[in-house]
């Protein structure tokens, strides 16, 4: 069973930027992956997801101009490069995967979660 670990979190100020890195224990190549976000007393929210591949995104309308989602197979590793941070962006960011390779928003269908990274932006 793969095993998937965020990191890159941190506290930023409002403008700057962070890349979060979602490393897996095994080879994902087959699968596509995603990042969601929990805010707190939110719920569980989609932002972006990437194909098997990594030749096909989609991102939540809240998150498509500033968020871009990336992966390397070879390193078995996906990104999240977010720009322009803003308070509202404040949240726990998740990786997620599943035992597909097509994209899908809803986080019921995916099938491997981490533990979380947390992103808080200071206005």
């Known amino acids: 069973q793969v095993q998937v670990i965020e990191s890159g979190g941190g506290l930023v100020q409002a403008g700057g930027s962070l890349r979060l890195s979602c490393v897996a224990s095994?080879?994902?190549?087959?699968?596509?992956m995603g990042w969601f976000r929990q805010a707190p007393g939110k719920e569980r929210e989609f932002v972006a997801a990437?194909?098997?591949?990594?030749?096909?995104?989609y991102y939540a309308d809240s998150t498509k101009d500033r968020f871009t989602i990336s992966r390397d197979n070879a390193k078995n590793t996906m990104y999240l490069q977010i720009n322009s941070l803003k308070p509202e962006d404040t949240a726990i960011y998740y990786c997620?995967?599943?035992?597909?390779?097509?994209?899908?928003?809803?986080?019921?269908?995916?099938?491997?979660w981490g533990q979380g990274t947390q992103v808080t932006v200071s206005s």
């Open positions: 990437i194909s098997g591949s990594g030749t096909a995104t």
């Open positions: 997620a995967a599943r035992n597909s390779i097509g994209i899908v928003t809803t986080a019921s269908n995916y099938d491997i």
């Open positions: 095994g080879r994902t190549f087959t699968m596509a």
